[in-house]
């Protein structure tokens, strides 16, 4: 009987562990298309895999503890990018990456990386919708993209800056 007790509190205890995680994947599953995310590593942001995946994509989940970490598939050069970000470092990438986002993203500054706070319509990047991400490993690749969030179409997010990359809007934001 002490034993069937102990079984059933250990797994009581274990199974919300499992629910979050599951719910985590799912999240971060969100992010890309299935064609991607369904066969894709699954990490949380601090790192721990999830779930172990097949192909060379990375996905991660929102995090509702920390505003701007959205649901995100990534190839390895994102992530680069990404742990140079939050490091405030310069990435080290050397290939061309691609980040899906098609949950969406929290408003953010179009100039500013690490704004915190509106800084204007102008500049105040709303409405942001699905999206595709990619980055370059030479800004020289750049020159002559619109840096216009406002514009219809795809443009450089954070340009001057190490961490600029095309933003490509896949439907309407709203404008």
């Known amino acids: 009987m002490k034993l069937q007790a102990v079984f059933f509190l250990a797994a009581g205890l274990a199974l ?3 629910l979050v995680a599951q719910d985590q994947i799912e999240s971060a599953r969100s992010a890309g298309p ?3 995310s369904n066969d894709a590593t699954i990490k949380a942001w601090d790192g721990t895999v999830l779930h172990e995946g097949s192909n060379d994509w990375t996905c991660m989940p929102d995090n509702a503890d920390t505003p701007g970490n959205d649901p995100l598939c990534m190839t390895a050069a994102w992530g680069n990018f990404l742990e140079a970000y939050v490091g405030r470092t310069e990435p080290s990438y050397e290939e061309i990456g691609f980040a899906y986002m098609l949950a969406g993203d929290t408003p953010v500054s179009n100039s500013d990386p690490f704004a915190t706070e509106p800084t204007g319509p102008e500049d105040w990047v ?3 919708g699905p999206h595709v991400m990619v980055i370059v490993p ?3 690749m750049l020159e002559g993209i619109s840096t216009d969030h406002l514009n219809g179409g795809p443009w450089i997010m954070w340009p001057d800056t190490p961490y600029a990359h095309i933003m490509i809007p896949l439907e309407s934001r709203g404008l």
């Open 16 to 18: 919300p562990a499992v």
């Open 34 to 36: 299935a064609s991607v």
């Open 126 to 128: 709303t409405d942001m």
């Open 138 to 140: 030479d800004a020289s």
